[in-house]
């Protein structure tokens, strides 16, 4: 048979990858067809042999392309996809459908046997039905009962699915289509159709209605009376039922039922997946229906097999299966779960620990050994951990000896680290209550761990415990003298604090003044870590919480400290003004007492502004003839200048107002500068009400812009309160909106075009209180313009103020 003209489009490269290539199979017998795809294909080897059997691509596109394919060419692929995805549903529905095609009914059996009940899902175990209708159906009664019982077995596995509606439907239907010979038969069927329609009428399934109608229509058919009774007995349930069916499809909903199982990778899709199964995990288990217990486990049960399908390479959700079994009272259930979650993920120690837990809590000490020693096997691989950990188990299980035994013969182990020497030692001087022993064990690892800091510590805590002050000093002294000086940094800052807690004043100071003398030479800090600072003395009369200083005066130490460091070092002006952005323990152990983080993020105060009431607009700013109503608002804002390279001056805040809105930006505009820390309330309102705000959009002819302009000549130098006060140059689109302004002021007042004219000076916040109080004392005037608005008063005002 020849496979001519097949295109396939494959992405060979992780998923993560972009590399995608194309085979083109052209005239090529199955055989090197089959051949060319599994050597190219799924083995994921791309031109970086970097295989990734997971590739959904690819696996979609080989089952695909196995569709085409005769059975016996087929089968390899199947079984490969299989072999990655074994959880597949679809995968196993292509596979069976294909030995079905074919009549092969002893493969399709074993296939069935293989992934039903690893696969609860409908499709697929209605594909078995069908199979069992059309095996059995030419057998007369023996092929009818058979067919009952596999109608049965799918609805004990699969009858609880909320798409399992079909199902119910097409179970009743086959007890409706037997045959009855006898009065005797007839009433076993109806009893039989009446016991499949009352299970079917409580179950929350996307068909339950339709169900329920159908039943009230059977039960009537056969006795009105009997019907009344049996029906008000489950209307309740079935209210419940449906009830449950719309909360619970809210949960399904979110659910992709076509998702291939694949391990995490942390991707936003699989982590909304694991929060939907999550929830609708939580949801059946708090029995919403309110059902026995048995059916509402059996139900939780059927929810993690389902899950299991499509985060089969979760170990947490093995484990809180596991853990829920064994906390409903079903340890062997648990202990099957852990089995399956051990072949899933034959590499997780997570599940291997969690496993032998249960094996050891139920007295069951052989299983659990065994599950250890599985973690033992591999010496190459072998971690620390596990041998920390069975060294524990048998001190548990076997007694003192036992442990001792075998730590004294794995020391020899490739990855026996110091790790398992601390254990081993604090075990028998916490436990065994051996402390002779423990120091022998520290000596002993000693001898193979002295470069190792970490165990230094460790052995000093331990000595710390024994009051053996003396061997502490020559256990540091030991380790200082083989250790580099990058290396000690963390043994000399424990060395001083030992000093300084048990020590006399004159042996700290010779150990502070050693340790500084050693960490000069590591080229971190210099000559500058020979010198006597505040620092020392904050560290040597501190105690836990407690500190010589206030928290200011700490937060300020930390910061010379960190300048002393980077004094001789090229740091831009940002960097300097932040300050140690990280504050950590520094080699004096000094560090902020702030009950905030630790992690301390100062603000770059090179860009701050002191706020000055009596500022002037324009204040660093050099002086312009030409003045605007935005130059004085939108000043502070711009502040600070900067500098450009030909003397002037560039306003960043210029580069902003470009694309700002007319009327925004004749709000800004038409803003007063603030005397006081906070503006006016009034004020600003009735600079809003009488400002001309355009409606308009820039592109658009200025006369369409509405032009209410208070009453009085526009002056160029000076406001209404006499102020004589510079402003700076406007650029960009400050100009054009000025001469924009200008222009609707000239046509409304008939004054000539010049464009060195400027916009109307804003008046003074003074200025207003002024007219507020003249206004309050002429209240009889005010009040004889009753329709006018508060902006055209304020502005009638302003007029007669300045005129």
């Known amino acids: 048979m020849l496979v001519t003209g097949l295109f396939l489009l494959l992405r060979v490269g992780p998923r993560d990858s972009a590399s995608v290539s194309v085979f083109q199979i052209s005239r090529l017998t199955t055989d090197a067809f089959l051949e060319t795809l599994i050597q190219f294909v799924w083995l994921g080897e791309n031109i970086t042999g970097v295989a990734d059997k997971y590739n959904v691509e690819t696996a979609e596109i080989l089952a695909n392309s196995a569709l085409h394919l005769p059975v016996a060419q087929a089968a390899p692929i199947y079984e490969q996809l299989l072999s990655v995805f074994p959880t597949a549903a679809k995968f196993w529905k292509q596979y069976v459908e294909a030995y079905m095609a074919v009549n092969n009914d002893d493969a399709t059996k074993q296939l069935f046997s293989r992934c039903l009940l690893i696969c609860l899902q409908v499709p697929l175990w209605r594909c078995y039905i069908r199979f069992i209708r059309k ?45 009855a010979l006898n009065a005797q038969e007839e009433s076993q069927r109806m009893i039989a159709i009446r016991k499949a329609y009352q299970r079917a009428v409580v179950t929350p399934t996307h068909h339950v209605e339709q169900l329920w109608k159908d039943y009230e229509n059977f039960e009537n058919s056969v006795s009105r009376q009997l019907a009344k009774g049996l029906l008000s007995e489950y209307q309740s349930k079935y209210t419940s039922a449906r009830a449950v069916y719309r909360e619970r499809k809210k949960y399904c909903e979110e659910i992709d039922w076509n998702m291939l199982a694949v391990p995490p990778t942390g991707s936003y899709k699989e982590e909304q997946q694991w929060i939907a199964w999550k929830r609708l995990l939580t949801f059946e288990k708090g029995n919403p229906q ?32 596991a853990t829920w079994n064994a906390k409903s009272g079903s340890i062997d259930a648990a202990i099957k779960v852990f089995q399956r979650a051990l072949k899933a ?19 069951a000490i052989a299983a659990a050994k065994k599950l250890y020693e599985s973690l033992l096997t591999d010496s190459i691989n072998t971690t620390a951990l596990a041998h920390i950990q069975f060294i524990r188990f048998l001190r548990r299980t076997e007694g003192v000896e036992a442990a001792r035994k075998y730590f004294l013969d794995a020391r020899k182990s490739p990855n026996f680290t110091y790790h398992v020497y601390v254990a081993y030692a604090l075990m028998a ?34 000595l710390s415990r024994l009051n053996d002050d003396r061997n502490i000093r020559a256990l540091f002294e030991r ?118 983080s630790a992690t301390v993020i100062y603000p770059d105060t090179s860009q701050m502004v002191i706020y000055d009431p009596r500022q002037k607009p324009g204040t660093g700013i050099s002086p312009s003839t030409t003045a605007t109503g935005a130059s004085s608002a939108l000043n502070a804002l711009s502040n600070p200048m900067v500098a450009t390279g030909g003397g002037g001056i560039m306003n960043p805040f210029d580069e902003m107002l470009k694309a700002t809105s007319p009327a925004l930006f004749t709000f800004l505009a038409n803003l007063p500068a603030v005397e006081g820390p906070t503006p006016n309330v009034d004020i600003v309102l009735s600079i809003c009400l009488q400002s001309d705000i355009p409606t308009g959009q820039m592109g658009k002819s200025p006369t369409t812009y509405p032009t209410p302009i208070p009453t009085g000549a526009a002056r160029s130098t000076s406001g209404i309160s006499g102020s004589n006060k510079s402003h700076p140059t406007p650029s960009g689109s400050s100009l054009k909106q000025s001469r924009d302004k200008q222009s609707l002021k000239r046509k409304d007042i008939g004054q000539d075009d010049d464009e060195t004219t400027t916009v109307q000076s804003q008046p003074q916040p003074r200025d207003f209180f002024r007219i507020r109080q003249m206004k309050k004392a002429r209240g009889a005037a005010s009040s004889q313009t009753g329709s006018a608005s508060y902006g055209s008063a304020v502005s009638g005002d302003l007029s007669g103020s300045t005129g």
């Open 135 to 179: 095996v059995y159906e030419k057998k007369g009664t023996e092929g009818q009962e058979e067919t009952r019982k596999a109608f049965d077995f799918m609805l004990s596995h699969v009858g609880s699915d909320i798409s399992s509606g079909p199902i119910w439907l097409e179970y009743i239907t086959f007890l409706k289509s037997l045959p």
């Open 345 to 363: 993920l034959p590499d997780s120690e997570m599940l291997r620990y969690a496993f032998a837990e249960l094996e050891e809590s139920r007295g």
């Open 429 to 462: 001087f916490c436990q065994d209550k051996d402390p002779k022993l423990a120091h022998n064990v520290f000596e002993a690892g000693l001898k193979r761990f002295m470069h190792e800091p970490a165990y230094i510590l460790e052995y000093a805590d331990f």
């Open 479 to 596: 380790a200082l003298s083989s250790l580099p000086p990058e290396e000690s940094i963390e043994v000399w800052k424990r060395f001083t604090q030992f000093e300084q807690m048990y020590g006399d004043l004159d042996s700290t100071l010779k150990v502070e003044q050693r340790r500084k003398e050693a960490l000069s030479r590591t080229g971190e800090e210099g000559a500058s870590a020979l010198e006597d600072s505040l620092q020392d003395v904050v560290s040597r009369y501190s105690f836990m919480d407690l500190w010589p200083c206030s928290s200011k005066d700490l937060d300020h130490l930390v910061r010379q400290e960190w300048l002393v460091k980077n004094i001789n070092k090229k740091v831009d002006k940002s960097a300097l003004s932040n300050g140690p952005g990280i504050v950590d323990k520094g080699p004096t152990g000094l560090t902020s007492n702030s009950t905030t």
């Open 290 to 321: 309110r059902i026995d217990t048995a059916s509402s486990n059996k139900r939780i049960i059927f929810t993690y097999e389902q899950c299991l399908m499509y985060l089969y390479h979760y170990p947490d959700i093995w484990y809180d299966y």
